[in-house]
């Protein structure tokens, strides 16, 4: 039941939000939803029987299909994840004002929803029904309320991703009529062992949909430009949530399904991942504006993880597990610290900002914090899960961690360099008027940061929580 | 079988109403209430029991698949004369002439989807075409529509002959026009009848605008009043597939050897032409022509895997593709701008109705949750299931992705550009009409079984 309470409720307050005519409502409406998700999310956490954690009804019999949802332990985490990410989000940007605010936040919602969805179906079908409907909302986001070059940039983003996801549901029409069972529940599936030739082709037609997703170089020129482009509010949304559901349709469906073609494939996959690692890295270098800088490093990020996936062993698939989640309250903390950034000094170019450290100390200390996260140095939540993937990377192969390994250096050099640019040296004319942030502001950031070093410091409950789905993993995928 | 005949009475009715009362604009309450009639005697031809009987000699027959496709039919034809009934009459002087000729049509979408033999077939179709020659030059001091109309009634005519001639190189070949050629044995070493099947099929995809047959598409629905454009695109449109269907299926289903190539060849060259031509277009109206044309490659896929699903899955199709086009027509009648211009800005002046097109628009484009998607998915799944050629599925998925393109950018104009378009003289009827139609597909595209699907195993 809770897992259809964690859909339900952001859908149906995302259709409630679109009848809110009043900013400010509107504006506590969608938080208070959020919430209640977020508790909910916790609630599930308390309670890992099958009568909460399971929900399913007939749905569309003559296909094969019946609506089922099911929580198991990355389930939990990344539900836990987007629970956590909406309410930060809404409080960050609440000093953002949007025209047509309810249409804003009722979309937000239902975002929420899809992407619920998308983590807690255990029916390949509905799984991808849930996985179209989180791109939807956020199409409208990024067209309605981004930046100047909105409406191509989502448009190429939609249609790249679109395309993508075609390709997956022939893959699925496959899956469907290849198995004897005509069915397409999670568990069915699991038992039973696609054949040689078969596997290899269905695994590059998810594989594609799953990568432009993420994004793995080269399918992530969408990227960088959408990030740019849209409303922080869904950049947020976009890095911190929407990215690991690539991650994780790998766990749950491409590794256990095509486990074989997994294996036979794993060395260009990783390959893949470690260039765009290396390359994605040097582009942030070069960078000037804030927004781009964290996209690409995002892609940095992104790369280990399906690195450290397709590596194939515990070690790195449970630092995966930890990373999801940590990558997302790290970037959706960076994203915070940008938007505020920008809103106060109306520009995102780092070659115009400079010593808002003096001013604004609060801030500093809470950017300075993040940014270590980001370049996953102890006592940062970064830094295990980084540890654990570059470990299993390096049972798979040396050389690659080696290349990979890079990226940190490289990592720590842009980060940095962004630090120093924004923050220290002298003030100019943009930035001496610099107040400090709020209360609420604060808030969010203390609660990103208070994360960060709980993590970095006590990773257990997060390992645990995922054992038992890297365990089976682990076991399908030998 | 009493709609078949009801329709054509009642299109008697219309003319001779007409006659009787001077007011045009009653026109349409005539049609509604007949098609009311239609309705009821439809419900009680569902269910086998009929007002009166009459020997039909085996030359039709009535099973659930045509009977649920005149039921959708009828169920667009009147949301259709709901929301459009009013455009009709001002077209030209004679409403209730053009109301009768669209009964007639209905009369010969009734023959085609229950036909059992080949003369019944070329029947339906002709009934549904001649009326159309008329409907798509009804706007007489228009050039374009005269130009429109002499065009379709040529190659509409030269379609015509060849079906003809299948139909005589079938009857040469087996005796007999009823639809069980397909029981004579070794029917594919028999050069006659490959030959008819073949010319069979060429004359049924210039009916249904199949490339390499469609060139007369656009041109004839771009010139044919707007509003008539909506019913050709429609309702006689998904005529043609299931009358298609219902020949492949029962005439040539023993021998996919002879044609199914061939078709797959035609779905390829259809998805491809209709798609990539659409994204070119300025006119929304045009735009939609060639969308119906990359619609059909899809449907077609039906024709290609004659299996439960295809037959599921196009009554599927007809419904959700019917219900969408009717009611994005029904919207462009009312714009000034035909244009993909002339809908920047509609979401400010009009916020539902720019909702209520773009849910129209997002089934069309086959996104889940509305019926086009799971439409497309069944004929994509009934192809596989068919043993279908990979190639060809590819070649689809990236056809619907081309087709986003297009389709979107309705969206963009209406949402994200700044403009000041308007839609004159919307009533809250008209909207609630189109709500109930977004309402249908948004429940077709998540429960089919409930609406449409369960009918066809209980009937």
Redesign the interface.
């Known amino acids: 039941m809770l897992a259809l309470l964690l859909i339900l409720i952001p859908l149906i307050t995302g259709v409630a939000a679109f009848f809110i005519k009043n900013e400010k409502s509107v504006k506590t409406w969608a938080l208070v939803a959020s919430l209640v998700t977020l508790i909910v999310s916790l609630w599930s956490l308390m309670h890992q029987d099958n009568y909460h954690s399971v929900f399913s009804k007939e749905w569309l019999p003559d296909l094969g299909s019946s609506f089922s949802l099911g929580l198991d332990g990355m389930g939990r985490m990344l539900t836990l994840l987007t629970g956590i990410a909406f309410p930060v989000i809404f409080i960050a940007t609440s000093k953002s004002t949007y025209k047509d605010s309810n249409q804003f936040f009722g979309l937000m919602l239902l975002s929420q929803a899809g992407l619920m969805g998308v983590f807690l179906a255990t029916d390949l079908l509905l799984f991808y029904f849930f996985w179209e409907l989180a791109l939807i909302p956020v199409y409208f986001l990024c067209s309605k309320w981004g930046g100047e070059r909105r409406i191509p940039v989502t448009f190429k983003f939609f249609i790249y991703t679109f395309l993508g996801s075609l390709i997956m549901l022939v893959g699925i029409l496959y899956v469907y009529y290849i198995n004897p069972e005509k069915s397409f529940s999670m568990a069915s599936l699991y038992n039973y062992t696609f054949g040689h030739r078969a596997q290899s082709i269905l695994f590059w037609m998810f594989f594609l949909a799953f990568a432009i997703k993420m994004p793995i170089f080269p399918f992530h020129t969408w990227q960088p430009d959408t990030y740019e482009q849209s409303p922080t509010a869904t950049t947020m949304v976009l890095s911190g949530v929407m990215v690991k559901m690539g991650l994780f349709a790998v766990v749950r469906w491409l590794l256990p399904l095509f486990p074989e073609a997994a294996h036979g494939n794993d060395n260009i996959v990783i390959g893949l991942s470690v260039v765009g690692m290396i390359y994605a890295s040097c582009i942030a270098m070069v960078q000037d504006d804030l927004k781009r800088l964290v996209a690409y490093s995002s892609i940095a990020h992104i790369g280990l993880m399906c690195a450290a996936l397709f590596a194939g062993n515990s070690i790195g698939i449970q630092g995966v597990m930890v990373q999801m989640f940590n990558h997302g309250i790290n970037i959706i903390g960076l994203w915070v610290v940008v938007e505020l950034t920008e809103r106060q000094f109306g520009t995102r170019k780092m070659s115009e900002l400079g010593g808002i450290a003096q001013k604004a100390p609060a801030l500093a200390i809470m950017l300075v914090i993040i940014a270590l996260a980001n370049v996953s140095l102890p006592l940062t939540n970064a830094f295990v899960g980084e540890f654990l993937m570059f470990n299993g990377l390096y049972q798979f192969n040396v050389w690659y961690t080696v290349i990979a390994g890079l990226s940190i250096i490289l990592a720590a050099i842009y980060t940095l360099n962004m630090i120093q640019k924004v923050f220290y040296g002298n003030t100019n004319s943009v930035t001496a008027n610099a107040v400090d942030i709020n209360w609420n502001e604060k808030l969010v950031l203390a609660v990103i940061v208070v994360l960060i070093f709980a993590m970095g410091v006590y990773p257990k409950p997060m390992i645990e929580l995922t054992q038992a789905s890297v365990n089976s993993l682990v076991s399908i995928f030998k | 079988m009493n709609v078949i005949v009801l329709s054509a009475v009642w299109g008697v009715v219309m003319m001779f109403s007409g006659l009787f009362i001077a007011d045009k604009s009653k026109a349409k309450y005539v049609a509604i209430t007949g098609l009311l009639v239609l309705l009821v005697s439809n419900y009680f031809d569902l269910h086998h029991k009929f007002l009166f009987a009459y020997s039909i000699g085996n030359m039709l027959q009535f099973d659930s698949f045509g009977m649920i496709f005149v039921t959708i039919a009828l169920l667009s034809t009147l949301l259709y004369v709901l929301l459009s009934g009013s455009a009709v009459e001002k077209v030209g002087n004679h409403a209730y002439e053009y109301f009768a000729l669209l009964f007639f049509v209905l009369c010969g979408v009734g023959i085609a989807a229950s036909y059992n033999n080949l003369l019944m077939l070329f029947l339906g179709i002709e009934i549904i075409s001649i009326p159309l020659y008329i409907l798509t030059g009804a706007d007489k001091r228009n050039l374009k529509s005269n130009e429109a109309s002499l065009k379709y009634f040529l190659m509409g005519s030269f379609s015509t002959g060849i079906m003809l001639l299948g139909i005589v190189l079938l009857y040469g070949a087996t005796g007999t026009f009823s639809l069980t050629i397909s029981s004579v044995s070794k029917a594919s070493e028999n050069i006659m009848i490959s030959a008819g099947v073949i010319l069979m099929a060429i004359a049924l995809a210039f009916k249904v605008s199949a490339a390499p047959f469609h060139f007369w598409t656009p041109d004839v629905y771009d010139g044919a009043p707007t509003v008539f454009t909506s019913f050709m695109a429609t309702v006689v449109k998904a005529a043609g597939f299931i009358a298609f269907v219902r020949l492949f299926e029962n005439a040539f289903g023993g021998m996919t050897d002879v044609w199914q190539y061939t078709i797959a060849l035609i779905i390829a060259a259809t998805l491809v032409a209709g798609n990539i031509t659409a994204v070119f277009q300025q006119s929304v109206k045009r735009m939609l022509a060639y969308s119906s044309i990359s619609q059909a490659g899809f449907m077609l896929f039906a024709v290609y895997s004659i299996n439960a699903?295809a037959k599921?899955g196009i009554l599927l199709y007809a419904a959700a593709y019917c219900l969408a086009t009717i009611g994005i027509f029904a919207v462009l009648i009312k714009m000034k701008d035909f244009t993909f211009e002339g809908f920047n800005g509609l979401a400010k002046q009009q916020p539902l109705l720019a909702l209520l097109v773009s849910i129209f628009v997002?089934s069309l484009a086959g996104?889940?949750?509305t019926g086009g998607f799971l439409s497309k998915?069944y004929m994509?799944?009934s192809s596989?299931?068919a043993g279908g050629l990979?190639w060809l599925?590819?070649t689809a998925?990236?056809c619907?992705?081309v087709s986003?393109?297009y389709y979107?950018r309705l969206i963009?104009a209406m949402?994200?550009?700044e403009g000041d378009a308007n839609a004159v003289d919307v009533n809250p009827r008209f909207k609630a009409l189109l709500v109930v139609a977004a309402v249908l597909i948004i429940l077709l595209g998540v429960?089919?079984?409930a609406l449409l699907?369960d009918w066809f195993h209980i009937l």
């Open positions: 699903f599921e997002l996104i889940p949750l998915y994509v799944l596989i299931k990979l599925v590819i998925m990236l619907a992705a986003v393109y979107f963009q949402y994200f550009k429960y089919p079984n699907l």
